[in-house]
Nanobody
């Protein structure tokens, strides 16, 4: 069984930065892509970013392109999301997820393990 634990969320002002981390307890981490999703109150969960199993390819939602950076350290079984120039519309519960594919994927149904989420709140 794989467990994913997110950390790093919090309250930040508009224009600020946060770095989210997601640690995996499972041994299969390095062979599969990882992703970040978010869900704001009253809205559906949406894709944010994904990274290939080896870190050599990434994908981003248009809304976060050029502001967020996803990375991973397979030696530490950890994936990161560096978030810069944060906006109030980035406020959401952020989830990391482990995919069943080695390539980066934006589709939530490709992800089989999910964390509990970490809250990010951006004040205006």
């Amino acid at each position: 069984q794989v467990q994913l634990v997110e950390s790093g969320g919090g309250l930040v002002q508009t224009g600020g930065s946060l770095r989210l981390s997601c640690a995996s307890s499972g041994r299969i981490f390095s062979g599969y892509s990882m992703g970040w999703f978010r869900q704001a109150p009253g809205k559906e969960r949406e894709f944010v970013a994904a990274i290939r199993y080896n870190g050599f390819n990434t994908q981003y939602a248009d809304s976060v392109e050029d502001r967020f950076t996803i990375s991973r350290d397979n030696a530490k079984n950890t994936v990161y999301l560096q978030m810069n120039s944060l906006k109030p519309e980035d406020t959401a519960l952020y989830y990391c997820a482990l995919s069943r594919r080695p390539i980066a994927t934006t589709m939530s149904h490709d992800y089989v393990y999910w964390g509990q989420g970490t809250q990010v709140t951006v004040s205006s």
